[in-house]
Nanobody, 127 residues
Framework: QAQLVESGGGLVQPGGSLRLSCAFS????????IGWFRQAPGKEREGVSC????????YYADFVKGRFTISRDNAKKMVYLQMNSLKPEDTATYYC????????????????????WGQGTQVTVSS
């Protein structure tokens, strides 16, 4: 089973930046995606961004477009989420998850059913 480990969370002031990292291993197929999700207290888990490993396809939720950038390093088996212009409403636990397919299937429901998840990393945006 695939394994994923997040790192890079922390406390940052509004307008600041953080880069989250996701180390992954044990994917048995080249046709898979890795996505970032987040969950704030009392809220449902929501998809943030997705990147495909079979092509260069990416997806961003509307609430992060223009602020967050997802990237991958195949050789290092890493996926990154660069988060700029952070807002207090970005405060959440961020998870990376991997699943077969492509970013058209990017949803918490799909990844929960078919994917593997990391343990999460806390991001707090506060002054």
């Amino acid at each position: 089973q695939a394994q994923l480990v997040e790192s890079g969370g922390g406390l940052v002031q509004p307008g600041g930046s953080l880069r989250l990292s996701c180390a992954f291993s044990r994917f048995t197929s080249d046709h898979y995606t890795i996505g970032w999700f987040r969950q704030a207290p009392g809220k449902e888990r929501e998809g943030v961004s997705c990147i495909s490993f079979s092509d260069d396809d990416t997806y961003y939720a509307d609430f992060v477009k223009g602020r967050f950038t997802i990237s991958r390093d195949n050789a290092k088996k890493m996926v990154y989420l660069q988060m700029n212009s952070l807002k207090p409403e970005d405060t959440a636990t961020y998870y990376c998850a991997g699943a077969p397919g492509d970013c058209r299937y990017f949803s918490a429901h799909y990844y929960s059913a078919l994917g593997s998840w990391g343990q999460g990393t806390q991001v707090t945006v506060s002054s």
